[in-house]
């Protein structure tokens, strides 16, 4: 690929974060009387901000869903932040891009308040020229408008980047943006959902972006 640019979406791109996301969403359900016993049913709060996710998923009122977004807080901001990992290749990766001339980015859904320290824990931030996300209260946490502010900040053109992610916001963020997108299938979303949203290309593994980034 010839783009000098590339963006990278954090939660299921660059880090496993399932376990501290789910356990983080459960806490918050118990608020409400809820139990949700199945894990999977938890991975589609991995990507979409979290006011969406309340409201679409479980029937929160906007209201009970900003609640529901503060209770989820006080558990991950203690410990959900860190029940995290990052992809196995990840860095080493990185180095490779990065040692290519390639201009790194992250941009994600996840408010700046908790993307920086986790960057910095798993001493990926030495990698990136910027680094964007949304702000507490979620105002711009949308794929298109994180993408369009990363954009604005490390002055990518829209045919010289590629934004790289695991779920359907990602590449509809992307395509919003008039950007190519990179799919990956070791995150949380699945090969239907990634082409049906429209990615321009697939990765199946942390080897085979890669070879798709690199040649």
């Known amino acids: 690929m010839k ?9 299921g791109t660059l880090t496993e974060s399932g376990p501290g996301i789910i356990n983080s969403v459960r806490y918050a359900l118990t608020r ?27 029937g929160f ?5 900003v609640k529901a977004m503060a209770v989820y807080r006080e558990y991950y901001a203690v410990h959900g932040i860190f029940e995290n990992s990052v992809y196995q290749g990840i860095p080493q990766l990185l180095a490779l891009l990065k040692g290519a001339g390639k201009h790194l980015c992250v941009a994600t859904g ?20 910027f680094c964007g996300g949304s702000d507490e209260a979620e105002t ?11 954009m604005d900040n490390c002055g990518a053109k829209a045919d010289d980047l ?18 190519q997108s990179v799919g990956i299938l070791y995150g949380y979303g699945s090969r ?10 697939i990765a199946a593994t942390v080897e085979d972006l890669q070879e798709l980034l690199l040649g």
């Open 162 to 179: 590629v934004m790289v992610g695991d779920r359907h916001h990602d590449v509809d963020g992307a395509k919003a943006n008039g950007v």
């Open 32 to 58: 409400w009387g809820i139990d949700e016993p199945d894990d999977t049913a938890l991975y589609r709060f991995i990507g979409p901000p979290l006011v969406y996710s309340f409201s679409t998923f479980y």
């Open 192 to 201: 239907t959902e990634l082409e049906t949203a429209g990615a321009d290309y």
């Open 3 to 11: 783009q000098n640019y590339i963006f990278f979406d954090l939660d």
């Open 110 to 129: 996840k408010p700046e308040k908790f993307m920086f320290p986790i960057l910095k824990h798993y001493d990926l931030l030495k990698f990136f020229d």
């Open 140 to 150: 711009h946490a949308d794929k298109t408008s994180v993408i369009r502010y990363v």
């Open 61 to 65: 009122s906007q209201e009970d869903a």
